[in-house]
């Protein structure tokens, strides 16, 4: 679903570390969508705090671990799961731009929210993790 070296190139490029080649490709996902998520957190705060350099940068660097997650994607394992998560990350960005340039925390918790859904549908299936059914 996630091609492994787009990952660990777009989680270095995020957070600048260099030990990431021991992290599954499914934990690099994982800590990708964390990181969108918190850095959507503090733009959030920033809006509150009116600091309006901080909310853009954070937003930048949302839009930029989306754009990595949506580059990520292996289009060859999944095709149509792969589509249509290319087109959420698609909508994702532009509520992001949106956001961005109407100070609107409304568009900030919504895509929170659709990234909170994706990871949690991404941490069920675990590489590893037995099954019930």
């Known amino acids: ?42 733009a959030r705060s920033a809006i509150e705090r009116k600091d309006i350099s901080l909310k853009g940068r ?16 292996d289009r060859q394992q999944s095709p149509e799961y792969a589509e249509n998560l290319d087109r959420l990350y698609d909508y994702m960005q532009r509520r992001l731009l949106e956001a961005n340039l109407n100070n609107d925390i409304g568009l900030l ?16 299936i675990e590489p590893g993790r037995s099954s019930t059914m």
């Open 58 to 73: 954070m937003i930048s660097k949302a839009t930029n671990i989306i754009e990595g997650l949506q580059g990520s994607l």
């Open 109 to 124: 918790d919504e895509v929170s929210e659709l990234m909170r859904t994706v990871k949690s549908g991404w941490e069920e």
């Open 1 to 42: 679903m996630y091609s492994p070296s787009g990952a660990i190139a777009q989680y270095q490029q995020v957070n600048n570390v260099g030990q990431v080649e021991d992290a599954s490709p499914h934990r690099l996902i994982l800590m990708l969508m964390a990181g969108a998520l918190d850095r959507l957190a503090q």
